[in-house]
Structures are given as structure tokens and as C-alpha cells.
């Protein structure tokens, strides 16, 4: 894949395009005011927010192309790829965008929650939706900023008063994932049905032989979701998480093939346990009794 662009500092992008640069660590682009401009395929090495009306079609996000055309906000972090090939036409689109690296949020609350930001995790075609109202409120803290850094730059206290509001941008985009996830009961419902065919097909081809027991971030990867994103899906409409779930399979498996006449060994072989000890302590936790006792409890 050619790279048309590495994003190394925010204001790379700004540059690029020729926006306004206003801080040496933050970029605030508005591109209604920008004019037409080119395509390019980016590896972003820092954190990025798009807020558009709209994107441009066969969009490259994550591991997929994005093909949403309504408008919504992508989300970046360093070392992900995203954008569209500069293919020499130029496009007038509509929105923001807010760039910042890790060395402005170094030490800050923000940098404390970025591991709770998920929506930085995104993989193909899972933006956040947003409806007019968040995208409002989104687009008034981002020319908040933009205003902060024009008048007052260079200074402390802007500095703190910009993070603030990324803060809150952040924030903000937290509760429109947590609302997006209440309208995928559905979608969640379809995706636990294909977690576990993930799970059956795994036995079915003797891969635990060569890899062990089933990961989130294995299954994660067949369903082409980052395992954040999964572990959310799976959460919200399981009420678990996935690690949880495939210990549920696994035990069930466990206690077919043990009703089944396997012994505890042939079990904990044929799961992909390293060493039957392992098994009869997964099997404990989940069960409250060891696999004999199991067995012992049926003849009873």
C-alpha cells in the first residue's frame, strides 16, 4: 500500500492541505474554510478526529474501506492508516478536524483515559454515527479551540484551557459510542451467533493442536473487529466479556466430552490445555467442582 503522507506532527496534515497552523503540538482545521483539496493515504503517528458531512468514497479505514457516505467522526491513533489515495482530483468537504500528539497530553487526565477511549480502537467501517445534535455540540468545542489558540498563543493557560476542551471532546465522544451501543442489540445478537461458530469451527479444525485455547483477540480477528470493539459488542448483548464466554464454551465442551466417557486428560488434550492441571482449575472456577466431582455429581 503507498503512503502518500506520514502524519508525524499534527500540524503535518495542516501543511499538507494548507490550513492554518496555530500550535506546534494541536491542529483545529475547519475545512469548510479551506477550499478544495487532494487526497492522500495517511499513517497518522498522532491522534486524530474527523468530523465531516462527508467522506470520500472507498475511504481506506483500519483494516477495511469505509463506505458510509451520511458523515459521521473517524478516529485515529498513532500508527493506524486511513484516507483515500491521491488519485489527482481535488474535493471541497465539510467539517473539522482536530489533531494533537502524545506530547501535548503527556501527564494529563486525557493521557490516563486513553485506554478507555475505544472508539480510538475502531478497525473497518466502524465509525461513530452521530446524529445532527452531537455533531453540533462537537463542532461549537472545536472552534472553541480554534478561537482559544488564535488569541491567546503561545500561553500557558491556553495550553490548559485546550486540553480541557479535548477532554471534553473526548468525553463526549465516550457517551455517543456508549449511545451507539443501546441500537446494536441486533447486530450484537448476529455477532455472538458468528463467536461462537468462530469458537466451533476452531475445534472443528483441530487448531487448539497448534495454538492452545481460542484468544479474544484470535476470534476478534476472524470477525474483522478490533478486540475492544468486540469486547464491547459482546458485553453490551451478552453480559459478559468474551474471555468469560469462551471459558463457557470451553466448559461446555469439557462436560460433554466427560459425560462422554473422556477421561480428564483425553479432555484437557483435546480443549488444547498445556496440562490437565490447567483444565481441572479452569473447570473448578467455572464450575465450583473439579471435573470428578463433576462426573461423581451426575451419578448421584
Not at 474527523?50 to 491513533?77: C, H, K, W
Request: charged share 20%.
Amino acid at each position: 500500500m503507498q503512503l502518500d503522507l506520514y502524519i508525524n506532527n499534527p500540524n503535518d496534515y495542516a501543511r499538507d492541505i494548507g490550513a492554518p497552523v496555530y500550535h506546534p503540538h494541536v491542529a483545529i482545521i475547519h475545512y469548510d474554510e479551506v477550499g478544495p483539496i487532494r487526497h492522500s493515504l495517511n499513517r497518522f503517528n498522532v491522534f486524530g478526529l474527523f468530523l465531516q458531512r462527508e467522506f470520500p468514497e472507498d475511504l481506506t479505514y483500519g483494516i477495511g474501506t469505509y463506505v458510509e457516505g451520511n458523515g459521521s467522526l473517524m478516529a485515529y491513533a498513532p500508527g493506524q492508516l486511513g484516507g483515500k489515495a491521491d488519485n489527482g482530483t481535488r474535493r471541497q468537504y465539510h467539517g473539522w478536524v482536530l489533531l494533537f500528539d502524545n506530547t501535548f497530553v503527556q501527564g494529563t487526565e486525557i493521557e490516563r483515559r486513553l485506554n478507555s477511549y475505544h472508539f480510538f480502537s475502531y478497525n473497518a467501517n466502524e465509525a461513530l454515527f452521530l446524529t445532527a445534535e452531537e455533531k453540533d455540540i462537537l463542532a461549537v468545542l472545536m472552534e472553541n479551540i480554534r478561537k482559544e489558540l488564535v488569541s491567546h498563543p503561545g500561553q500557558e493557560e491556553s495550553d490548559c484551557i485546550v486540553k480541557d476542551y479535548i477532554l471534553l471532546i473526548l468525553d463526549y465522544c465516550n457517551r455517543f459510542y456508549a449511545r451507539q451501543f443501546k441500537s446494536l442489540t441486533a447486530a450484537g445478537s448476529d455477532i455472538l451467533k458468528r463467536f461462537q461458530q468462530v469458537l466451533i469451527d476452531y475445534y472443528r479444525n483441530n487448531l487448539q493442536r497448534a495454538n492452545g485455547l481460542p484468544t479474544v483477540k484470535y476470534c476478534a480477528g476472524e470477525l474483522c473487529l478490533s478486540p475492544g470493539y468486540f469486547g464491547d459488542i459482546v458485553r453490551s448483548a451478552q453480559g459478559e466479556s468474551p474471555k468469560d464466554y469462551i471459558r463457557s464454551f470451553i466448559v461446555m465442551q469439557a462436560k460433554n466430552l466427560l459425560i462422554g466417557g473422556h477421561g480428564v486428560s483425553q479432555v484437557a488434550d483435546k480443549l488444547g490445555f498445556e496440562y490437565p492441571n490447567h483444565f481441572t482449575r479452569l473447570f473448578k472456577q467455572a464450575t465450583g467442582m473439579t471435573p470428578s466431582q463433576f462426573l461423581s455429581s451426575r451419578k448421584e
